[in-house]
């Protein structure tokens, strides 16, 4: 399988919609769209990732690449990572979780929520 890298906007932040595998072979693609939003000089991202059915340490070591990148640059990432996406429950979700990791991460239900500067993050 695949991944697939949509480019959005909603309300001043770029969305990346993520679907498919994130592993070693596919994960440099997200690596290389976060670089370009960022060249591009849009720095608060939102990572929609509920489409991704797969993950492994390789996709993980992107999203930790990418909120290190996102910090360096005074901008903002937000996480898409709904408890039921992809087919029987986010698969990304519950890796970070797994790993211990989740908590670095700003999480949200949804675009809307993640965008929205008053709404709180589902991060604990």
């Given at each position: 399988?695949?991944?697939r890298?949509?480019d959005?906007e909603h309300?001043?932040?770029?969305?990346?919609?993520?679907?498919?595998?994130?592993d070693?072979?596919?994960?440099?693609?997200?690596?290389?769209?976060?670089?370009?939003?960022?060249?591009?000089?849009?720095?608060d991202?939102v990572?929609?990732l509920?489409g991704?059915?797969f993950?492994?340490?390789?996709?993980v070591?992107?999203?930790i690449?990418t909120?290190r990148?996102?910090?360096?640059?005074?901008g903002?990432l937000?996480?898409?990572?709904?408890?039921?996406?992809?087919?029987d429950g986010?698969?990304v979700n519950?890796?970070?979780?797994?790993?211990?990791v989740?908590?670095?991460?700003?999480?949200?239900?949804?675009?809307e929520?993640?965008?929205?500067?008053?709404?709180?993050?589902?991060?604990?």
């Amino acid at each position: 399988m695949t991944l697939r890298v949509t480019d959005g906007e909603h309300g001043g932040w770029a969305v990346l919609g993520v679907s498919g595998e994130m592993d070693l072979v596919t994960s440099p693609v997200l690596r290389q769209r976060v670089h370009d939003a960022v060249a591009d000089g849009r720095h608060d991202v939102v990572l929609d990732l509920s489409g991704v059915l797969f993950c492994d340490s390789s996709g993980v070591g992107v999203l930790i690449a990418t909120r290190r990148l996102m910090r360096s640059c005074q901008g903002r990432l937000r996480l898409i990572l709904p408890a039921q996406g992809a087919v029987d429950g986010s698969h990304v979700n519950r890796v970070l979780g797994a790993l211990g990791v989740r908590r670095l991460f700003d999480v949200y239900p949804d675009v809307e929520s993640a965008v929205d500067d008053g709404s709180s993050s589902l991060s604990a």
